[in-house]
């Protein structure tokens, strides 16, 4: 299918949604072409608009080294056991050279790689301000259309310009570690602000409890109604991480019963007014 950015009929439009979702190298493809904003990414956008809202979007944030990416793999396992198909975007440092990502999808979770259940997908981040990459919404909504169940959205790191994830995804997971004063940065950063779950990863170091205790604390002192749970996990041992799931998809659940029609059609807000602004 030959696509322009002229917006495609009804027809082309269901075509192009039944590719995706039956071919995972057109689905690769039709990543490139919306990531570097070539030919076709307005037409893109314009037909899958009308296929979203089966996903359940999870964002994972947090400090540089608490094992985002181990803790990611071990949830991608869970995930698995339950039946349900998982697609991962790795928002990776860029390179200042190329600009493209430093960290490739095969050096990543490797396990999975034979998996026709788990599709991951990295992508540069390109300077953006967030962790997040420019175009990782638009991705976000490919997988969606490409009917995957769970979308995992994991930043470069944390600070106070990624709390954006908020916007992007219907549950945000915060991981700390114990010992490193990351629950003091946390709360500086703002990132308990935007927490749904807290895990303390590497719950087999010293300290642990303690890291619990104090964040813990910290939550109570917000001036908000919002019930974040904390959670330990070691990822690297496989501990906690089938209770964290049951978290995250418990989570999903109610935000599904409750906000997933404006969840939706403000994403595809933004995806309209991307369309409008080029």
Do not use: Y
Not at 52 to 81: N, W
Not at 123 to 129: D, F, I, Q, W
Request: glycine letters at 8%; one cysteine or more.
């Amino acid at each position: 299918m030959t696509l322009s950015n002229v917006e495609p009929s009804e027809d082309a439009q269901e075509k192009l949604v039944q590719l995706i979702r039956s071919d995972r190298n057109a689905l690769a493809k039709t990543i490139t072409i919306v990531e570097n904003n070539l030919d076709g990414t307005s037409a893109v956008l314009s037909a899958i608009q009308c296929n979203l809202g089966h996903a359940h979007v999870v964002g994972v944030t947090g400090p540089p080294g608490v094992g985002k990416s181990t803790l990611i793999d071990a949830c991608i396992a869970e995930f698995r056991k339950l039946g349900k198909s998982v697609a991962i975007l790795a928002i990776d440092p860029s390179s200042h050279v190329s600009g493209g990502a430093l960290l490739g999808d095969r050096v990543r979770m490797a396990e999975h790689s034979d998996d026709d259940g788990v599709f991951i997908r990295s992508v540069a981040a390109r300077g953006h301000l967030g962790g997040l990459s420019a175009t990782a919404l638009n991705i976000i909504h490919l997988f969606d259309a490409a009917n995957w169940d769970v979308i995992i959205v994991e930043t470069v790191g944390a600070g106070q310009s990624e709390i954006e994830i908020v916007e992007l995804a219907d549950t945000t997971v915060v991981v700390e570690s114990p010992g490193l004063g990351d629950e003091i940065q946390a709360i500086k950063a703002g990132l308990l602000e935007i927490a749904d779950i807290i895990a303390v990863n590497k719950s087999d170091l010293p300290h642990a409890d303690v890291t619990v205790s104090e964040l813990m604390h910290a939550l109570s002192m917000r001036h908000s109604s919002k019930s974040v749970q904390v959670s330990k996990t070691c990822a690297t041992e496989r501990q906690g991480v089938q209770e964290l799931v049951a978290e995250i998809i418990e989570h999903g659940v109610k935000v599904m019963e409750t906000n997933r029609d404006n969840c939706v059609s403000e994403r595809s807000r933004k995806i309209v007014a991307r369309i409008v602004g080029e």
